[in-house]
């Protein structure tokens, strides 16, 4: 198991944000953590990456874990490439680590650049680049795309597929997005008030286009899930 | 409006039918009124156009213009020499302090002496503000002193210095110490509790220990508040260094000003304080310099 994860409780001043999370994730397995603002999906998050603790359940995770957050987190004064191995020791190899790095994500142009000359979607791919150079085992996704653009948004879903095709960690999506989570995903996980309440398995085949029938079926299924109701537009 | 509500929520479905007024009156758009904001020649001032170089000049002008009126008046003896001597006699005073050496003497002895006190005075204010920044520990200790000491005004110092120093170097530098300790403690422990939580959630992420925290992270985001607690504390250098050369100053500046006070020299008095202004400007351009070099990754420094 990459991720195991038994009756897991957390309590938030009297609240109970994760109300007993049982996970099981295989390595290699790519998840997606579906649900409403405040359902426990972050809290979720977190735990697995040590930054916060749960109260009660045992929580097992890989050692090589890295995060990619919601903004990339970069620091501002140090240049792209320090960024990337800014966890790594600093020797003559970090530099090499990090361009290679930059070269996967597509700025292997920008190795020397300031975080504040990026745009938010070339940050978030060093961020990227920055999680993948530790060679994780567990890679967690905090909602990572959720402030790029519609465009760049799609052009991260196929980096990110790619990427993991190439270094198959586990990986946990944190999204609302329901479509990325069907074209990203092996299964997807419901959350509701703490608990799981739906986990499937994606049975889409690759590329997975949103005109395929399954893939309406299963997003239907996903959104009566979450509680959307879906009108089909009335004329005025 | 009634249309994007009713796929959240039922209520206001019901609400937007049993009002029917709301939803059945015709809609017809009216025509709004217009502003022009195309591009015209009219709107923009001419001087905005200008060439950098015109305002280069315009720049240079004033200052130029105000010293050539100073100068005539003082030639035609609308004011008398005493209160406010010609522009030409304040250079002939320069030269006269230049010749004798005096004035490179006292330019390397008030220097000495502020940025003496501006080196133990910001180191001191550097080491108590990351102590007190990074640990809990040195923020219970240092802290509430800090506050309280740092409302003090040094020059209201200066008695109790010369009691306890006496009426030499000492005292000066001290009080040049306790005037730039403050700047730099209170921005550093400021620039150093600003850094983003979030950034040092990623720094933990990624395998940083304590020490590799502050090194790589907390440090390089803080220092751009920690040169501004300097650029504060060089001004502050040189209000104190001012202030400390009138204890019986026996060289610098300040002796060069209590001479020409007791002969009554009112040029070489501002000749004098044209050098304080001078090495105010000096003191900036140094610092401006250093701000540059050290935060290249900044695109928006603030000056003066």
Not at chain 2, 48 to 60: C, G, N, Y
Request: proline share 5%.
């Amino acid at each position: 198991m990459a991720v195991h994860l038994t009756d897991v409780r957390r309590i938030f001043s009297g609240r109970e944000v994760l109300a007993g999370i049982d996970l099981s994730i295989v390595p290699g397995e790519f998840v997606a953590l579906l649900g409403h603002s405040g359902t426990g999906k972050t809290t979720i998050l977190r735990i697995l990456s040590g930054l916060d603790r749960a109260d009660f359940g045992t929580v097992r995770v890989p050692a090589a874990r890295s995060v990619v957050f919601q903004e990339p987190r970069l620091v501002p004064a140090k240049r792209v490439w320090q960024n990337v191995v800014i966890g790594h020791p600093q020797n003559g190899q970090a530099r090499e680590t990090a361009i290679s790095a930059l070269c996967e994500v597509g700025l292997g142009q920008h190795v020397d650049a300031w975080p504040k000359t990026l745009s938010g979607g070339e940050a978030q791919r060093v961020a990227l680049a920055r999680a993948l150079a530790v060679e994780p085992d567990l890679l967690l996704l905090d909602e990572p795309f959720a402030s790029l653009d519609a465009l760049t948004r799609m052009r991260m879903h196929d980096l990110v597929a790619q990427l993991w095709e190439r270094h198959h960690p586990a990986v946990v999506l944190v999204t609302h997005d329901v479509d990325e989570a069907i074209v990203l995903a092996d299964r997807v996980i419901v959350l509701n008030a703490g608990r799981i309440t739906l986990d499937v398995r994606v049975n889409v085949s690759k590329p997975r286009l949103r005109t395929d029938a399954r893939f309406a079926t299963l997003r239907q299924r996903l959104l009566d899930e979450l509680g959307v109701i879906s009108h089909p537009a009335r004329p005025d | 409006m009634t249309d994007t509500l009713s796929v959240f929520s039922d209520a206001s479905e019901t609400a937007a039918r049993t009002t029917p007024s709301a939803s059945a009156a015709p809609r017809v758009a009216r025509f709004p009124r217009l502003e022009d904001l195309s591009p015209s020649e009219a709107k923009s001032s001419r001087w905005r156009q200008a060439s950098p170089w015109q305002r280069r000049a315009t720049r240079l002008l004033v200052p130029v213009l105000i010293i050539a009126a100073w100068q005539f008046v003082s030639e035609v003896g609308l004011v008398s020499d005493y209160v406010l001597p010609a522009p030409t006699a304040i250079i002939a005073a320069f030269q006269e302090l230049i010749v004798t050496g005096e004035l490179q003497r006292a330019i390397v002895t008030s220097s000495a002496r502020a940025i003496s006190g501006l080196v133990i005075g910001g180191t001191i204010g550097l080491v108590l503000g990351l102590f007190a920044g990074l640990w809990k520990l040195g923020d219970d200790v240092f802290d509430g002193p800090m506050q309280m000491l740092r409302m003090v005004p040094s020059i209201a110092l200066i008695p109790l210095f010369i009691v306890w120093f006496g009426i030499n170097e000492s005292a000066k530098i001290a009080l040049i110490i306790t005037a730039t300790a403050f700047p730099i403690y209170l921005n550093t422990y400021a620039g150093v509790r600003g850094v983003d939580n979030k950034l040092i959630e990623a720094g933990i992420i990624f395998g940083l220990d304590h020490r590799k925290l502050a090194r790589r992270i907390i440090l390089p985001t803080a220092l751009p508040s920690i040169l501004v607690g300097l650029r504060y504390a060089a001004g502050s250098s040189l209000l104190a260094l001012v202030a400390a050369e009138q204890i019986n100053a026996r060289s610098g500046i300040g002796y060069i000003l209590t001479i020409a006070n007791q002969n009554q020299r009112v040029d070489i008095i501002m000749a004098g304080i044209i050098v304080y202004a001078l090495l105010g400007l000096a003191l900036a351009a140094f610092m401006s310099f250093v701000e540059r070099v050290s935060l290249p990754w900044r695109t928006d420094i603030v000056l003066g």
